[in-house]
């Protein structure tokens, strides 16, 4: 099969997240559910090997594009692929630990201050129901927006740009955490690396 999407490999090591994340759900995190994500979307592209050229944002911006016999399989997986894909980046060790600069700008005009897009993103995250994501994207008009998605349901496919998400599926955070979802989305702050969001915004 020609271009086959890949697991990208974690570009730090499965502890350097600790005491927010611990290295053993890093593990399984990236090594099998991510991993299960590239399998299952490479398996759902096989009959439709024309998909293997494209970028899975490209994909799921145009999920329409996708025969509709595998079209759920690659929102699911292709969403998955590339939410995780993000989301180590997003928390990689480093970085600032606070918005600066014209991100801060942008997002305190959105939301008021840093305080209130913490309360407003926390907020999201703890009432999406199930699985899925909080997000901070820019709609496609440039401005920045919260809200959570369900599943693996990406901001691209909303024709928006994801500038930071967080994973609250079970498996991230479950066991560390257990049920205490707040105690992660708390947690999360303490890793988030502004310096990647901010590249982020800055390519949009
Ligand atoms: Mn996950």
């Given at each position: ?34 991993a299960?994500?590239v ?36 929102r ?6 590339a ?17 600066a ?21 926390s ?26 998605t ?14 930071l ?13 257990q ?26």
């Amino acid at each position: 099969m020609s271009n086959q999407f890949e697991l990208p490999a974690l570009s730090y090591a499965f502890d350097a997240l600790e005491p927010a994340i611990d290295a053993r759900t890093m593990e399984i995190h990236h090594d099998k559910h991510h991993a299960a994500y590239v399998a299952n979307l490479n398996k759902a592209l096989e009959s439709a090997p024309e998909f293997f050229d494209r970028k899975i944002e490209d994909i799921l911006r145009n999920l329409n594009s996708v025969p509709e016999s595998v079209r759920t399989a690659v929102r699911n997986n292709g969403g998955g692929h590339a939410n995780h894909a993000l989301f180590w980046q997003m928390i990689a060790p480093g970085g600032a630990k606070k918005p600066a600069g014209d991100l801060a700008k942008a997002m305190d005009a959105a939301f008021g201050s840093y305080d209130a897009f913490i309360e407003k993103f926390s907020n999201a995250a703890m009432t999406r129901f199930g699985s899925g994501w909080a997000w901070l994207v820019l709609d496609g008009n440039g401005k920045p927006q919260v809200y959570s998605t369900a599943n693996q349901d990406s901001p691209y496919s909303e024709g928006h740009l994801p500038l930071l998400g967080l994973d609250v599926w079970e498996h991230a955070y479950y066991l560390l955490y257990q049920n205490r979802r707040a105690d992660y989305v708390k947690a999360f702050w303490s890793i988030v690396n502004w310096d990647v969001v901010a590249d982020f915004f800055k390519a949009a």
